[in-house]
């Protein structure tokens, strides 16, 4: 029997196209790649060594990559491509993977990696965006006083906004995300005006948008830095990959809405960059600031606070999508078992709004570490970028498994797929040089990422290998036992409903150490036994079970159906299965004679939850050896079951059984026998010849 969708939740956000769901779409999804405008062109002139050193070349040259960046990779890739895979609306590269895994077993490593990777460099968003708009203040008066005078400044306040943006998110930013949307809104428009203010000065930069200008500038010796100009010119493109991942938030037509407005106003906003500095770039009094930004730089002084208040706002909103998104991410690798369960909070009834504190804490910590240890956005920029193009690469090798799925013609398809290949791996080798400016702190966080992913993943499916030594029994040999002691009035009942949390094989096969627990550690009579396993789907939203009761009234194996994205409430799940199952007179009902609720028909529940400990006959290698004790050693830092299962009101007892892989040696005492007794003479005992000192 099966019962699908017994909890109904809804998507706080259509599919259906509309003015509302664009907007919100506006103030969830753009925030990354909305905000690259504040550090791209500062980036680039950087890189070319100084406004001294760029010439009208260069930056048609830079905004025409710009364009074709974004239209090859955002465009074409993401929004036309990837948006396509989605898993029942969900997008990003772990439901991407639940999409792809039954084609081959290691498409797990790119997920592991991507994921890693993302939510490494994702860790550096907060830091540069908010470090940006906070410079544009510096030394810009605010009611006849400056606030901001130094680069001291800069770095308290920074981490004065990030602190609280952390500090809220316990208690959910429904309120303030209402407000998100009309706020990039505004930004965007304003990125149009003010670029298309500059652009009006020279309408002849339109002429970036021809592809010959982007190939020119790679082998112009005006490009100081040749090939690794992209390495700067990513930095138009980091928040395509978050794009996909919101497609769940928002929907894939709202994406596809909302995003040629978003495109133009950027694209606008870098020629309107490109035309002032085209205009200044000679004047000495340009040439002598240190860290110049075109982009406020550029904006008309009495607007200039307006539009530095509107980009703290926005970077403020970039940071929220990058932590609510990591909150995502992480809750579905735990539900995949690709990291280890953690405690998740729901502080609103906002669907999608969950807090996870131990992540909020270390993405707190580590981008305070990087606005203390960078100092300024310029140095931030410069390692800005390495691991999402890892992402990327991992996102394509997923998608050429998942195009193999669809009609699309399969030369075409690998064609599509060497194409980005190529060019994902160009922006790797380009992004690369960015490892010793201080990438090798984002690689090295995404480095511990995927060590704790895999002691997880693997360290899980060695300790359940059959090839080492797990006893399995069949329940249907145990049968006529769990019926007698059901029925033995000799004993005391233990509880109406007795449940363990196991996975049972072929159907009727459970570890043998549920049945010892039943049977022999203590007796324990209950009503029903029930033997309950937790699948996780690949849907986001799936809510179903089957029940398999072997012709008896005693024994129930339940097969919860939860999706990637659902709560794990065995609990509340449990008892509808029990009400549902009485209605249809597969169990008798189970009045209680003392209890507060009127005709209650549903009997006390208790847990047995198996925990096992690494036993010291375990012969294995040393690497395989170190790699579940480093698994058993991290679950002592997670989640507990109990909490994890929604099992923290219920009765719940934890038994310890010893985990015992690999061969077992015979540790078996043997027997000495003794020496027959013999006649000694006395006279011999005295003799010194026959003394032995070790006697």
């Not at 943006?165 to 209402?178: D, H, M, P, Y």
């Not at 965007?188 to 982007?214: K, V």
Request: charged share 15%; net charge positive.
């Amino acid at each position: 029997m099966k019962f699908q969708n017994t909890i109904q939740r809804k998507k706080s956000l259509q599919n259906k196209l509309s003015l509302g769901s664009i907007l919100i779409a506006l103030g969830v999804v753009y925030g990354d790649i909305g905000t690259s405008p504040m550090y791209t062109m500062s980036s680039l002139i950087r890189g070319n060594n100084g406004l001294q050193h760029i010439s009208t070349d260069f930056l048609l040259g830079s905004i025409s990559l710009i364009f074709w960046t974004l239209t090859l990779v955002t465009t074409i890739k993401y929004v036309l491509i990837a948006l396509r895979a989605d898993n029942n609306g969900e997008g990003g590269i772990f439901a991407l993977y639940t999409l792809v895994r039954r084609k081959a077993k290691w498409l797990i490593i790119p997920a592991m990696i991507g994921g890693a990777t993302f939510l490494a460099d994702g860790m550096m968003t907060p830091a540069v965006t908010v470090t940006t708009s906070i410079e544009g203040l510096k030394g810009v008066q605010i009611f006849h006083h400056t606030p901001i005078t130094n680069q001291q400044t800069v770095i308290l306040t920074t981490i004065i906004i990030l602190s609280c943006l952390f500090f809220i998110q316990r208690f959910g930013t429904e309120a303030i995300g209402k407000a998100f949307g009309p706020i990039m809104l505004v930004w965007f428009t304003c990125l149009a005006l003010t670029g298309l203010y500059r652009l009006a000065g020279d309408w002849s930069f339109l002429r970036a948008l021809n592809p010959y200008y982007a190939v020119k500038i790679l082998i112009s010796p005006e490009n100081k830095n040749g090939l690794f100009i992209l390495g700067s010119i990513f930095l138009a493109t980091t928040g395509a990959e978050a794009l996909y991942s919101d497609m769940g938030h928002v929907g894939r037509n709202n994406i596809y809405g909302s995003w040629p407005y978003v495109k133009i106003c950027l694209l606008i906003n870098y020629l309107g960059q490109g035309v002032w500095i085209n205009q200044i770039k000679d004047q000495a009094g340009y040439q002598k600031m240190a860290n110049m930004n075109p982009f406020f730089a550029m904006v008309p002084e009495q607007y200039r606070l307006a539009m530095t208040f509107l980009a703290t706002l926005a970077a403020i909103i970039a940071s929220q999508a990058l932590i609510s998104g990591s909150f995502t991410l992480v809750s579905e690798a735990t539900k995949l078992k690709i990291l280890p369960r953690l405690r998740t909070n729901y502080p609103t009834n906002f669907k999608g709004q969950l807090y996870i504190p131990t992540i909020n804490n270390i993405i707190w910590i580590i981008c305070s570490f990087i606005v203390l240890y960078f100092q300024t956005s310029a140095k931030m920029s410069a390692a800005y970028g390495l691991e999402i193009t890892i992402t990327m690469l991992m996102t394509t090798l997923l998608l050429n498994a998942w195009l193999s799925t669809t009609h699309l013609n399969r030369w075409l398809s690998r064609l599509i797929i060497a194409f980005f290949l190529a060019l994902e791996s160009i922006f790797l080798i380009t992004n690369s040089v960015k490892f010793v400016h201080g990438g090798y702190i984002t690689l090295g966080i995404a480095l511990l990422l995927i060590v704790v992913m895999i002691i997880w993943r693997y360290g899980a499916l060695l300790k359940n290998d059959n090839t080492f030594h797990r006893d399995y029994v069949s329940l249907l040999a145990y049968k006529n036992q769990l019926r007698e002691l059901s029925q033995d009035e000799s004993l005391p009942i233990y509880t109406t409903n007795l449940v363990y949390l196991t996975k049972v094989k072929d159907g009727y096969k459970i570890k043998k150490d549920i049945l010892y627990s039943i049977l022999d550690k203590r007796p324990k009579r209950a009503q029903v036994y029930w033997f309950v396993t937790v699948n996780v789907t690949d849907k986001p939203y799936t809510t179903s079970y089957s029940v398999e009761t072997y012709g008896t009234d005693y024994m129930v194996n339940v097969q919860l159906y939860l999706g990637f994205r659902m709560e794990q409430k065995v609990n509340f799940f449990l008892r509808q299965i029990v009400n549902e199952m009485m209605i249809q007179k597969e169990l008798p009902r189970q009045p209680q004679r003392y209890t507060t609720i009127p005709d209650r028909s549903v009997g006390d529940f208790s847990f047995v939850l198996i925990k096992e400990v690494l036993s010291p006959d375990t012969q294995l290698n040393s690497w395989k050896k170190n790699l579940i004790q480093s698994r058993l050693w991290l679950q002592k830092y997670t989640v507990t079951p109990t909490t994890w299962y929604g099992l923290s009101y219920s009765d719940v007892v934890v038994e310890y059984v010893p985990l015992i892989l690999g061969q077992i040696r015979s540790d078996r005492l043997q027997l000495i026998q003794r020496e027959p007794k013999v006649n000694i003479d006395a006279d011999k005992l005295n003799s010194d010849d026959d003394l032995d000192d070790d006697d």
